[in-house]
């Protein structure tokens, strides 16, 4: 029997004036979830179980020994209203490690459900997350505070609740990357490492070792997700499993009611019920459509876009095998778990419109699908028109003309044609003068020397299959088709075969012949954009015509970064940081937190803002910095990177 517990917590700890900060032991926290859903109580010993009718399960953070800050984001931290200044490195990784409870804070893990790969897999939950409570930040905003990585919980199931260095690095740095790109995130206060050592085999190869127990502190106005409303599905056609909670009509509506009226104040409150139901899930689709776009427009792969990893608010949540793709590639996978593809870069937006399918079906006891899924036609068109205006401006294009679409699906081919980084493609290209044919001949070639090589190419699609293999398996196709009729089968083994096509192809270009095919091909495409240009400024002369051009480049510059945590970047960065070298975690932060600027300027203002516990890296250290380097093509080694 479960049984139930309400909380008495005060709703505030006092005003603070606007600007006022905290030091860490007064954190203001107003745990309005816990006082609004139902919570199971703690028990002991924690152990893995069904958490049925209940939104939370009381559970404390296990312990670590010697935690050590790694690396803290100042500007996430003064969220929280805390005073930056006033705290040690010792007391953040006390705090943030969950080895010391503040006052307030009431620990709870959150249960929720999940389709992953396209499968419902009934209860998932925190497994390795526990949420310390909301606080109100000194602008009174609300904002819940989670330790991932904190230890067990009822939804660990058979893994230990535990995060370790590598993984936790990668997401503390993205949250902040994201951020500072001015994509909605959640962020990342604090990194914090320990003497606790796990066990973890990193691909799933038979290859275990010993890690650090490492704990990321994640800020965000809340966690709740998709997953979160799927606790009520009843048996699933495919899988069988249920919901923990399935049935419970009266917590769905609880729980969906609680969602509208605290984290969308935008929908009056005043509207008919389905009314307003009908309003937040047309504010989830259209955030989660501007997302998505957004996404795209940075070459960012999330990796595993399950219903559980999806925020209700239209933020990017859960940083696990992320990517950030070089050389453009629509079918780039960053996660090589995903043997499928069913979350490459190009399939995202259709991933994201299936997740809020399966949204509206969680939401179909309290709001008809008759009138939820005609919503998600909103998703087509604000996904395309989000990304559209943001690539007008990534080229500099101030005015919408009908062929811009054209112009972009062209310069995707174009990219893809040739191998070009996607990042660096944009730098290139801000720097053109359209009506200067010796600035063209440079453009061209500079966007020349950001594409792949022969050898990177070869090294990125050698087949895992040798021909004589590939040959034995077209032969067992046509003597037992019914082995290949599963296309969870077909499609590596499809994906394979083009490999070793390309493969051969590629063996028989020369380095100097596939120069000038890159050569021609960006000409082509460089011709139109230049006409493209030239309309923005026909018309114009003298001081208009500079203006606007300067203007042109402006946009530019201020919309396409010159850095984004590129998978080798963070690689070098934990590296260091498994050897006990925490200066290039700093750094790297450095370098993101700044990434439209020059960059060894934004380490100079990162080092002059840095207080006591949060100092962003030293002057010896930001000086060593290959800075130079992080603007050019990643390294040939960077595409044997594996994340899983």
């Known amino acids: 029997m479960i049984s139930f517990c309400r909380l008495s917590i005060p709703r505030s700890l006092g005003k603070l004036s606007r600007t006022r900060m905290s030091k860490v032991d007064g954190l203001r926290f107003d745990n309005l979830q816990l006082r609004s859903l139902p919570v199971e109580e703690e028990r002991e010993p924690v152990e893995s179980r069904a958490v049925p009718n209940a939104c939370f399960s009381f559970v404390k953070p296990t312990p670590v020994l010697n935690p050590k800050l790694v690396c803290s984001s100042r500007s996430a931290l003064e969220l929280l209203g805390l005073d930056c200044d006033s705290v040690s490195a010792e007391e953040l990784a006390e705090i943030f490690s969950g080895n010391r409870i503040l006052p307030g804070s009431t620990p709870a893990g959150h249960c929720y459900c999940g389709h992953q790969f396209g499968y419902f897999s009934g209860q998932l939950g925190d497994g390795a997350a526990i949420s310390l409570g909301e ?9 819940e505070i989670q330790l991932k990585g904190a230890g067990l919980t009822p939804f660990s199931r058979s893994a230990d609740g535990r995060k370790v260095l590598r ?14 790109l001015g994509i909605p995130t959640t962020r990342a206060g604090t990194c914090v490492t320990s003497d606790t050592q796990v066990l973890r085999d990193q691909f799933y190869d038979g290859c275990q070792k010993y890690e650090r127990a490492t704990i990321v502190l994640r800020i965000a106005p809340t966690f709740l997700r998709f997953g979160s409303f799927e606790i009520f599905k009843s048996a699933d056609e495919h899988t069988g499993r249920v919901g923990p909670s399935d049935g419970n009509v009266e917590l769905l509506t609880k729980l969906t009611d609680f969602t509208i009226a605290t984290y969308f104040p935008q929908i009056p409150s005043s509207l008919p019920t389905e009314e307003r139901r009908l309003a937040f899930f047309k504010e989830v689709v259209e955030s989660t459509a501007r997302l998505v776009a957004e996404w795209q427009c940075v070459g960012f792969c999330h990796g595993v876009l399950n219903t559980d990893n999806m925020s209700i608010l239209g933020v990017t949540i859960d940083y696990g095998p992320y990517g950030f793709m070089d050389a453009f590639d629509p079918d780039f996978i960053c996660n090589s778990s995903d043997e499928e593809g069913r979350y490459s870069y190009k399939k995202q937006p259709d991933m994201c419109r299936w997740n809020l399918e399966k949204l509206s079906q969680a939401l179909a006891p309290v709001l008809d699908q008759e009138k939820s899924l005609p919503l998600l036609r909103r998703y087509d068109e604000v996904y395309a028109e989000h990304f559209l ?7 500099g294009l101030r005015h919408a003309e009908a062929t811009d679409s054209d112009l972009v699906d062209a310069l995707f081919e174009t990219m893809h044609t040739t191998g070009t980084d996607f990042t660096n493609t944009f ?11 010796e600035c063209f001949d440079r453009c061209t070639e500079d966007l020349v020397k950001q594409c792949c090589t022969i050898a990177d190419l070869k090294a990125a699609c050698k087949p895992k299959f040798s021909d ?36 051969k192809t590629l063996e028989s270009m020369s380095e100097a012949s596939k120069r000038e095919t890159d050569l021609s091909t960006w000409k082509k495409w460089l011709e139109l954009y230049c006409k493209r ?4 400024v026909s018309g114009l002369l003298g001081a208009d015509l500079s203006e606007a051009r300067h203007s042109r480049q402006t946009l530019m510059n201020t919309t396409n970064p010159k850095v984004v945590l590129r998978n080798y970047i963070a690689q070098q960065a934990i590296e260091k940081a498994e ?7 700093h750094n790297v932060l450095t370098l993101l937190q700044h990434p439209f600027d020059a960059v060894p300027k934004s380490c100079e203002a990162s080092l002059e803002a840095a207080g006591p516990a949060v100092a962003a890296c030293s002057a010896a250290a930001c000086a060593s910095m290959p800075w130079d380097d992080y603007l050019k093509r990643p390294p040939s080694w960077a595409a044997g990177l594996k994340v899983s």
Not at 135 to 143: A, F, I, Q, T, Y
Not at 579 to 585: K, M, R, T
């Open 468 to 503: 004589r293999q590939i040959a034995q398996l077209f032969q067992l196709m046509q003597v037992q088709p019914g082995l290949f009729g599963d296309p969870r089968t077909m499609g590596p083994l499809k994906k394979e075969m083009d490999k070793a096509q390309r493969y």
């Open 389 to 395: 205006t943001k690539m007008r401006s990534k080229l």
């Open 427 to 437: 730098l290139v290209l801000a720097s053109l003068d359209p009506a200067d044919q």
């Open 167 to 180: 993984s936790s690095i990668r997401e503390f740095l993205c949250s902040e990357a994201m951020h500072h």
């Open 579 to 585: 050897a006990g070298d925490f200066s290039q975690v």
């Open 533 to 536: 240009l030239l309309t923005e």
């Open 135 to 143: 606080v109100l930040g000194s602008d009174d905003k609300r904002w």
